[in-house]
């Protein structure tokens, strides 16, 4: 599909080699002779976002169609995935209660922190609990693949080692949806590229209520949306949005009814399909 995983990879290697910025920045000692960097390439965009790593953020106006592109179908991942997921609690297709810090509707995100990974980079283990963000938190991966992995943080166990807990595979063209933000409060996650090159754009809400006048002033003006052309917006033109729909989308769900049966409501595309 024109616009898709395959030309957003592409168009980020283009960019990435003129005036994109993505740098490794100070961890550690910033300044200092022991100053240690980041294992992996970033760029933020949109409203500013504040974590372990100094970034600046750039305007989206300023960042190229394909990052534009990544946030478009992180939009319409992270929608699908919270309406699937509220199908499934209220219409008694799961046992296990709703936590409250699950939201019921999705909120746009208004920022993305691109990261470029080589070979042997990686990022360590840490959660998006920053409690400047809203609830969803979508990462698009293109490129190498990479194995995803979460932990219980150790303050909820026994041991001071941090065990995994749940690992996958993480695939090019793949969309990662966290929803909820007891997931970082209890859990970690890494990642580890398993090949030469790799992109995440992972994208958040940067609840504007949190910040400062002068911050809260930035985030509006820098998480502005530019017009985006044809071939790079998404969902295309004729595609459906809502949940009644993801069958026609090629998405895979499969829920665990009250009587231990499983009910497949869409066809296994397996995990190289393509929207």
Same mark, same amino acid.
């Given at each position: 599909?024109?616009?898709?995983?395959?030309?957003?990879?592409?168009a980020?290697q283009?960019?990435?080699?003129?005036?994109?910025?993505?740098q490794r920045n100070?961890?550690k000692?910033?300044?200092l002779p022991?100053?240690?960097l980041t294992?992996?390439?970033?760029q933020n965009w949109g409203?500013?976002?504040k974590?372990a790593?100094?970034a600046?953020?750039k305007p989206f106006k300023e960042?190229?169609?394909?990052?534009?592109?990544?946030?478009?179908?992180?939009k319409?991942a992270?929608?699908?995935a919270?309406?699937q997921?509220?199908?499934i609690t209220?219409?008694?297709l799961t046992t296990?209660a709703?936590c409250k810090s699950?939201s019921?509707k999705?909120?746009?995100f208004n920022?993305?922190?691109s990261?470029?990974y080589m070979e042997?980079?990686?990022i360590? $283990?840490?959660d998006? %609990?920053?409690?400047t963000?809203?609830?969803?938190?979508?990462?698009?991966? +293109?490129g =190498?693949?990479?194995q995803m992995a979460f932990c219980i943080?150790p303050?909820?166990?026994?041991?001071s080692?941090?065990?995994?807990?749940l690992k996958?595979?993480f695939?090019?063209?793949d969309i990662?949806i966290?929803?909820?933000?007891?997931?970082?409060?209890m859990?970690?996650h890494?990642?580890e590229?398993k090949?030469k090159?790799?992109?995440?754009?992972?994208c958040?809400?940067?609840?504007?209520?949190?910040l400062?006048?002068?911050t809260?002033?930035?985030?509006?003006e820098k998480?502005a949306l530019?017009?985006?052309?044809?071939f790079?917006? $998404?969902?295309?033109? %004729?595609?459906?949005?809502?949940?009644g729909?993801?069958e026609t989308?090629? +998405?895979q =769900?499969?829920?665990?009814?009250?009587s231990?049966?499983?009910?497949?409501?869409?066809?296994?595309t397996?995990h190289?399909s393509?929207?």
């Open positions: 599909m024109k616009g898709g995983a395959d030309d957003m990879w592409e980020l283009y960019e990435t080699i003129s005036d994109f910025c993505l100070p961890v000692h910033a300044g022991t100053e240690v294992r992996h390439f970033l409203a500013p976002y974590f790593v100094p600046s953020s960042a190229p169609q394909s990052i534009l592109a990544g946030l478009n179908k992180a319409w992270g929608k699908i919270v309406q997921m509220q199908a209220k219409g008694g296990s709703q699950v019921e999705f909120t746009d920022e993305l922190l990261l470029g042997n980079d990686k360590s $283990y840490h998006d %609990g920053e409690d963000l809203g609830p969803t938190v979508a990462t698009l991966s +293109l =190498s693949p990479a943080k303050k909820y166990t026994d041991s080692k941090k065990t995994d807990i996958f595979s695939r090019h063209g990662v966290m929803h909820g933000t007891r997931i970082h409060q859990y970690e890494r990642v590229p090949g090159r790799r992109f995440a754009l992972t958040r809400n940067i609840i504007l209520d949190t400062n006048k002068k809260r002033h930035e985030a509006i998480g530019p017009d985006i052309t044809p790079w917006d $998404y969902p295309k033109p %004729g595609q459906n949005t809502e949940l729909d993801i989308q090629g +998405l =769900s499969v829920v665990k009814k009250p231990g049966k499983r009910t497949r409501t869409s066809k296994d397996g190289k393509k929207v």
